[in-house]
């Protein structure tokens, strides 16, 4: 069945520096990709999604790309900030309408 | 903009308790789930609902677990006797049915005692 993989954790930066967080995933066909990101004590929130190969996802300055030759959805952002101190989890499909398989997920540490 | 709510966000019982966490998703999806999180580990799938019926569900959904639609707008998850493994977080999801994108709903925090 599909799965993906993450980078381990926990990753500590400093404010304004660059974030890669890396997801590979193994699917049948190409699945739409996914960020959920989890703020301390609270839900999943979907931060950024791409539904076909080459699609670039981007929302709250964060971007992913969908790489099918090196099947890959790293998670990136140019300068971060402590609010964006959370655990991401990188996420796909088993198949249509079915369950989200989710990486391990990775928390993300922002110092002032 | 239109939600996943779920009730109530915290629940304590006691172990061999019948507990039930209710979640309204998405007025206008088809396809609801339920997952699950212990403390710090990775969130995972229990069940998925379509068409009135369980379309998947884990080796975690066990006899002790079931869920309903009891009407247009509730999905609830019962646990029948909760073990003290059963603490953790449950998410209700809902989704359209396309592009699998899934909403989640804030979360049950389940103590069990």
Known sequence: GN????????????????????CTYTATGYPSLFWY?????????????????DDKGSNKGFEATYRKETTSFHLEKGSVQVSDSAVYFCALPENQGGKLIFGQGTELSVKP | EPEVTQTPSHQVTQMGQEVILR??????????YWYRQILGQKVEFLVSFYNNEISEKSEIFDDQFSVERPDGS???????????????????????????EQFFGPGTRLTVL
């Open chain 1, 3 to 22: 799965s993906v993989t993450q980078m381990e954790g926990p990753v500590t930066l400093s404010e304004e520096a660059f974030l890669t967080i890396n």
């Open chain 1, 37 to 53: 990101v989890q703020y301390p004590g609270e839900g999943l929130q979907l931060l950024l999604k791409a539904t076909k190969a």
């Open chain 2, 23 to 32: 979640c309204v998703p998405i007025s206008n999806h088809l396809y609801f």
């Open chain 2, 74 to 100: 509730n999905f609830t998850l019962k646990i029948r006797s909760t073990k003290l493994e059963d603490s953790a977080m449950y998410f209700c999801a809902s989704s359209g049915g396309s592009y699998n």
